[in-house]
Nanobody, 124 residues
Framework: QVQLVESGGGLVQPGGSLRLSCEAS????????IGWFRQAPGKEREAVSC????????EYIDPVEGRFFITRDNAKNTAYLQVHSLNPEDPAVYYC?????????????????WGQGTQVTVSS
């Protein structure tokens, strides 16, 4: 049984940082591109970042470029999203997911396995 478990979310002040983790079981993360998505109340789920399998290339949406950093530790079968300089546009439930294909995509339907999400809240 495949399971992805996110953790590391929480309440931080504006400008704060968190490290989100995505631990996998039943699947080897190094076989798939890994995407991080977020969904705020009343909004659609949006892609935030993705890391490929082949060359480890990384993609980010413009609003998080330079503030968010995606990595993977294949030995721990865990992916991470380090988030810095959090601002009022960032609060959401953050999800990790594995891609159906060999490529990163911004479309949620391109991803098959999902975690339950971890809440990120930004407040002073």
């Amino acid at each position: 049984q495949v399971q992805l478990v996110e953790s590391g979310g929480g309440l931080v002040q504006p400008g704060g940082s968190l490290r989100l983790s995505c631990e996998a079981s039943g699947v080897s993360l190094d076989d798939y591109p890994i995407g991080w998505f977020r969904q705020a109340p009343g909004k659609e789920r949006e892609a935030v970042s993705c890391i490929s399998t082949s060359d480890g290339s990384k993609e980010y949406i413009d609003p998080v470029e330079g503030r968010f950093f995606i990595t993977r530790d294949n030995a721990k079968n865990t992916a991470y999203l380090q988030v810095h300089s959090l601002n009022p546009e960032d609060p959401a439930v953050y999800y990790c997911a594995t891609s159906r294909s060999a490529y990163c995509s911004t479309w949620p339907y391109e991803y098959n396995y999902w975690g339950q999400g971890t809440q990120v809240t930004v407040s002073s």
